[in-house]
């Protein structure tokens, strides 16, 4: 005999009259005067079985001994439910199978928490995945994840990209966090680090003719994990040769419509808007925009040059938001805690109440050009920042997401993709005043901007771009450099002496050195995607066991201290950090 016939959420009136073996977890177990009502769950959904003591003795007293999450396999004749006992709700609800032979496959001991149980503790939940697993929308999660992939897959192929796998151990690959370290027992003291993105192999592949390159690549990075990071997570990876930028935003636009398709959800329109990294940083303050909601921030610096406030006239930058409240004295202290935290100095602000009355502190300096200038509909709040250009656009930018949330603001039946363009090729270390690279050392700067001042890149544009899903950064690329010198030019720039990057990316050199094809890419982070195709506020949702925000697995309680004798071969001594808690 075959362990079950259908699914538990196959089952329907066709169905009755024939005898059935269905098999699953009991969801819920109900006793009635002698009868017992089990409903029989899988990943397809429930049916009920019902235990007639007349009919079937033995398997009434199995049915007794069932308890919430045992596995059991029943066997019976399917028929329609009383009129009054059908469940219109439940696709089964017009049937139920009275139970024949019912076997327990396997018990379950207490549960932690019940499945439909909610809010329970997250890392309740992870210590016993296999249980939060067995949920609707856990299942509903990994199976519209397995879809997604599955339709970028087809589509990649059919757009003739090759699936090709590169090491997860190599030396550092710079996309700007921490490496992860593996020691290495033929090899003492020596570490590789794993990959924090294929992006060098990728190149090469280039080099090497591939000509189109993707994987479903793995990735490690040391960072602190959020709502939208994880030490390891996956990217559609891809790399194409002889292409320009728009070549790429096409092949991933494909990507990106054919699995939003293929889960059924509407699909952007193409192609997705674009909007350059300066319109991105004045209007929202920061490159991954939440367009969802408006609120945008507007410039006031042009108007407050005469100020009599002198905080605005001697400000580099003054910039506002207008708020669709009337803010309370409190409520404004707390939006400037908040500034402050933020980095701002204070957050001036002029209240427009619901009769059109302005309250504010700083009106009394505005002239009246200034004042007609920040009029606003009565109920508003009109908030300022005032300093540098790059701490007024974070500080508006970071309110404006606060309000947007606090307000209710944010459309979440929108579902905005746009690209975000023209970024700086460098950046500047606010610390040490060494540039360095915004997106990775190996973006190719703007054509007719090959050459700079090495001391002084300011203002050289980088042919990168980035995904924005609902403000959240969904993936990068750009156009690679290929010619050699102007790999080295940008390494210098960054202060990577000749040795230095020799000694690290001698290969890369060489590889540019030996015909290297004009080329470019993309990776775009799965979970991500996921995650907003699932409606998931975090990508812990959709990851079968990821890590909590320290940093550990609470489920196999990794990472784990390893005992003397392995470290000793791998070259390595152990420093236990004072306070240490050792498990
Ligand atoms: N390697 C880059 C990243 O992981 C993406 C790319 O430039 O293709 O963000």
Redesign the pocket.
């Given at each position: 005999m075959s362990w079950r016939d259908l699914y538990c959420g196959e089952l329907r009136s066709d169905h009755i009259g024939k005898r059935m073996t269905v098999a699953g977890w009991v969801d819920t177990r109900r006793d009635h005067g002698g009868l017992v009502f089990i409903d029989l769950r899988d990943h397809t959904g429930k049916l009920q079985l019902v235990v007639n003591p007349e009919r079937a003795a033995e398997a009434k007293d199995a049915a007794h001994e069932l308890r919430n999450e045992f596995v059991v396999q029943a066997e019976g004749e399917v028929v329609a439910r009383a009129p009054d006992a059908v469940n219109p709700n439940l696709p089964t609800g017009e049937v139920e199978i009275q139970v024949d032979t019912l076997r327990i496959l396997s018990r379950s001991t207490p549960l932690p928490f019940q499945l439909d149980e909610e809010n329970v503790d997250e890392t309740l939940r992870l210590r016993y995945r296999w249980l939060d697993m067995r949920r609707d929308k856990m299942q509903h999660n990994f199976r519209v994840q397995h879809t997604a992939i599955a339709a970028i897959r087809r589509r990649m192929d059919e757009l003739g990209f090759v699936d090709v796998w590169t090491p997860s151990m190599t030396r550092g690959t710079p996309?700007g966090a921490r490496d992860f370290l593996v020691p290495v027992r033929l090899q003492p003291g020596k570490f590789f680090a794993l990959a924090q993105?294929p992006?060098l192999f990728k190149q090469l592949c280039m080099v090497g003719g591939i000509d189109r390159y993707y994987q479903i690549a793995t990735?490690w990075r040391d960072e602190d994990l959020r709502a939208d990071r994880q030490f390891e997570f996956r990217?559609l990876?891809l790399e194409m040769a002889f292409v320009e930028r728009d070549d790429v935003l096409d092949v991933m636009e494909q990507a990106v419509v054919a699995a939003v398709e293929a889960v059924g959800d509407e699909a952007p329109k193409r192609p997705f808007e674009r909007i350059s990294f300066d319109e991105a940083m004045a209007k929202y303050g920061n490159d991954r925009p939440d367009r969802r909601f408006g609120m945008e921030i507007q410039d006031a610096t042009a108007v407050t040059r005469n100020s009599e406030f002198g905080v605005f006239k001697n400000a580099p930058a003054v910039r506002y938001v207008v708020a669709p409240k009337a803010f309370s004295r409190a409520e404004l202290g707390r939006l400037e805690d908040l500034a402050k935290e933020w980095g701002a100095k204070g957050l001036a602000y002029i209240v427009v109440d619901e009769s059109g009355e302005v309250r504010s502190p700083i009106a009394k300096f505005l002239s009246e050009q200034e004042l007609a200038a920040f009029s606003a509909d009565p109920g508003s709040t009109l908030l300022f920042g005032a300093g540098d250009e790059a701490a007024v656009a974070r500080v508006l930018g970071l309110l404006r997401l606060h309000l947007g949330r606090e307000l209710d603001l944010i459309d979440t039946e929108l579902n905005d993709f746009h690209w975000v363009l023209d970024f700086p090729l460098f950046a500047q270390d606010e610390e040490t005043g060494q540039w360095t690279f915004l997106?990775?050392p190996f973006t190719a700067p703007m054509p007719g901007q090959e050459t700079w001042d090495e001391s002084n890149p300011e203002g050289v544009r980088g042919q990168h771009y980035d995904l924005i899903q609902n403000g959240w950064e969904l993936?990068?690329?750009?156009i690679r450099i290929h010619d050699v010198e102007l790999q080295k030019r940008v390494f210098r720039t960054m202060g990577l002496g000749e040795e230095e990057a020799q000694s690290k990316f001698g290969f890369l050199l060489e590889a540019l050195a030996m015909g290297a094809p004009p080329h470019g890419?993309?990776?775009m982070g799965i979970e991500r995607f996921v995650a907003q195709l699932a409606d998931e506020p975090d990508i812990r949702q959709v990851i079968a066991f990821p890590k909590v925000s320290s940093g550990a697995d609470p489920l196999t309680g990794a990472p784990t201290p390893m005992p003397n004798e392995v470290l000793r071969e791998l070259g390595i001594t152990a420093i236990a950090p004072e306070n240490s808690s050792s498990r």
């Open positions: 996309e993105s992006q990735c990217q990876d997106h990775h993936g990068s690329g750009s890419g993309f990776a």
